[in-house]
């Protein structure tokens, strides 16, 4: 497999060369900001009739992580693209899929298509206020159909995971109880799931990452293409419109629960319009908290990978801070109550050194003025990652002394026990895991609320759930 920029060009323009009908010649290819579980390439590539962009998707590094075996695989993605575009499932062209012979690894070439992706555009920007209120019904319909294709055709089934709900979740909670890790608002969270499993009385194919930024939409068309495969699965349909729905996909728009764009009443219509099948709200709740519990995980996974994968971008220990936000929704949605509005203390000023805030602040200035101003693209993006990065380290100066201290003394409480903090954390969620702490433990749910709310005020206080905790918990 290639080792540098040029051999990996070298071994794409004979790849796009021998498989691109009428192609010359390989003209750029600029690899996109999204994707950080999997590569997005723009190709610019000269044919007989001109120029013609094409789009790339690859494993990182052209490497399968073969600690998530239960992937279909980039082929098997290829082919659920073909089998979706042919069942009116807004789709691009799949061209090639990537060989071993090629030297490029797993990965696929596929049609450019023009719109918008980013999925704060999509809920905010002022070019998509007409198409906004169509978006949640057309939704509703694209996964009617994408749940009655019959994945034997594309002969694929084979590649596709069959999970029920107690699978699904168990199989989660197992990915995280691996990472050796205490966060103990995720056991609380999966506690509450296998107590409160759904009845399914039916499995299909499951998108399994159907939201407000994994499709393209434009503002006279609606959605063009559905993105990433990835991690698609045989099981509860109503899977996909529960993660639509989960807090981390709205942008801030809190209001709309379909992907900040629209109603949980439209996403049904559209759906019912098409299956004929009624829609159980309660049923979609509970793969929405499903949603943020899988999400909190995934976000930790990601700072795992930083640790041992091949790919170790500034983005992923970013991503894995984000965990923190997915907690606060699963407390918003399964524990409301109070909570205090945590309060930074006050640097001291000194006419010595420089204090550590000072450092990192200039640090920070120093990415998003001078490297943001001279850089473009993924560089660009990757800069403002960092600034948020250093952004996250000051605020952990300025909250996390207070927040250690608090979880130690409530969590000796709570445990009967003394211990160091981190022993503590430990003991909590193996009670949690075991079932040897009830739910409604006196003190357990006020600690996780209290805990969650001051670690997401240090990872990301903008964050619309933290908003809600307050307001909910009568902080703000």
């Not at 003394?409 to 160091?420: F, N, P, Q, R, V």
């Given at each position: 497999m290639e080792t540098t920029k040029d051999a990996f060009e070298d071994c794409l323009a004979r790849v796009v060369k021998a498989h691109i009908p009428g192609c010359r010649s390989l003209k750029s290819c600029d690899?996109?900001?999204?994707?950080?579980?999997?590569?997005?390439?723009?190709?610019?590539?000269?044919?007989?009739?001109?120029?013609?962009?094409?789009?790339?998707?690859?494993?990182?590094?052209?490497?399968?992580?073969?600690?998530?075996?239960?992937?279909?695989?980039?082929?098997?993605?290829?082919?659920l693209f073909r089998l979706a575009r042919e069942a009116g499932v807004p789709e691009p062209e799949i061209y090639y899929v990537l060989e071993e012979d090629d030297g490029l690894g797993h990965g696929f070439l596929m049609e450019w298509l023009e719109g918008e992706a980013l999925g704060a555009k999509i809920a905010r920007a002022p070019e998509f206020e007409t198409i906004r209120p169509k978006l949640a019904f057309q939704c509703g319909e694209i996964l009617a159909r994408i749940h009655s294709l019959d994945i034997k055709v594309a002969g694929v089934g084979d590649k596709l995971q069959v999970m029920t709900p107690e699978q699904f979740v168990t199989q989660t909670w197992d990915n995280y109880k691996a990472f050796d890790t205490a966060h103990p608002m995720i056991d609380f969270t999966g506690r509450w799931l296998m107590e409160n499993l759904p009845n399914v009385d039916r499995l299909a194919l499951v998108h399994n990452d159907f939201r407000n930024g994994n499709f393209m939409v434009r503002p006279g068309d609606g959605i063009v293409a559905v993105l990433d495969w990835e991690i698609a699965h045989i099981?509860?349909?109503?899977?996909?419109?529960?993660?639509?729905?989960?807090?981390?996909?709205?942008?801030?728009?809190?209001?709309?629960?379909?992907?900040?764009?629209?109603?949980?009443?439209?996403?049904?219509?559209?759906?019912?319009?098409?299956?004929?099948?009624?829609?159980?709200?309660?049923h979609v709740k509970f793969w929405e908290v499903f949603g943020s519990f899988w999400w909190s995980i995934g976000c930790l996974g990601m700072a795992e990978h930083y640790r041992h994968g091949p790919d170790a971008s500034v983005e992923r220990p970013a991503i894995g801070r984000r965990s923190s936000e997915c907690q606060v929704d699963c407390v918003n949605l399964l524990i409301p109550g109070p909570v205090e509005k945590p309060e930074p203390i006050e640097m001291t000023l000194s006419s010595n050194m420089p204090r550590s805030d000072e450092l990192l602040s200039s640090v920070r200035d120093f990415l998003r003025g001078d490297v943001m101003g001279e850089t473009k693209g993924r560089t660009n993006f990757l800069a403002r990652v960092a600034s948020n990065s250093v952004d996250i380290v000051l605020r952990e100066l300025m909250l996390g002394p207070a927040h250690k201290t608090y979880q130690q003394?409530?969590?000796?409480?709570?445990?009967?026990?003394?211990?160091?903090l981190e022993t503590l954390q430990g003991q909590l969620t193996l009670a949690l895991r075991d079932g040897t702490m009830a739910l409604d433990h006196p003190g357990l749910t006020d600690f996780l609320r209290q805990s969650v709310v001051t670690q997401i005020a240090i990872d990301q206080p903008k964050y619309s759930g933290y908003r809600t905790a307050l307001a909910q918990g009568g902080a703000e």
């Open positions: 690899r996109l900001s999204g994707g950080a579980s999997q590569e997005t390439y723009r190709l610019l590539v000269a044919t007989d009739n001109g120029d013609v962009p094409l789009a790339m998707r690859r494993a990182p590094g052209g490497v399968v992580d073969e600690t998530v075996g239960t992937r279909p695989g980039l082929a098997a993605e290829a082919g099981g509860d349909p109503m899977r996909d419109l529960g993660w639509i729905c989960t807090n981390s996909w709205r942008f801030g728009k809190t209001d709309l629960p379909v992907g900040g764009f629209g109603s949980r009443e439209d996403l049904f219509a559209g759906y019912e319009s098409v299956s004929g099948t009624k829609v159980d709200a309660t003394t409530a969590l000796e409480d709570l445990l009967d026990t003394k211990g160091d």
